[in-house]
Nanobody, 120 residues
Framework: QVQLVESGGGLVQAGGSLRLSCATS????????MAWYRHAPGKSRELVAT???????KYADSVKGRFTISRENAKETVYLQMNSLKPEDTAVYYC??????????????WGQGTQVTVSS
């Protein structure tokens, strides 16, 4: 059974930092790409960062240089280190797992989300 549980959200002042964690089970035994998305009120869901199981990372332009995605395979956990936070980073952040068989996407799973609020 696949599970994704996010944690680490909260309230922080502009310029501050937070580290989000996504603890998974049933994911890392497969080929996978892990991603962080965010959804702010009144806006469409935005892809923030991805990391595949080779460690290749990609970022949205809006967070490049400020956010870092990483993974710890032994703990089956993915992280999002967020520095120099801005009020526009306020959103619910979601972890997503894409599972692959070779190059074929076989399943996608989402966590429940964690709220990040950045005050000005």
């Amino acid at each position: 059974q696949v599970q994704l549980v996010e944690s680490g959200g909260g309230l922080v002042q502009a310029g501050g930092s937070l580290r989000l964690s996504c603890a998974t089970s049933g994911v890392f035994k497969y080929g996978n790409t892990m991603a962080w998305y965010r959804h702010a009120p009144g806006k469409s869901r935005e892809l923030v960062a991805t990391i595949d199981n080779r460690g290749v990372k990609k970022y949205a332009d809006s967070v490049k240089g400020r956010f870092t995605i990483s993974r710890e395979n032994a703990k089956e956990t993915v992280y999002l280190q967020m520095n120099s936070l801005k009020p526009e980073d306020t959103a619910v952040y979601y972890c997503k797992a894409e599972l692959f068989s070779g190059l074929v996407l076989t399943n996608q799973y989402w966590g429940q989300g964690t709220q990040v609020t950045v005050s000005s």
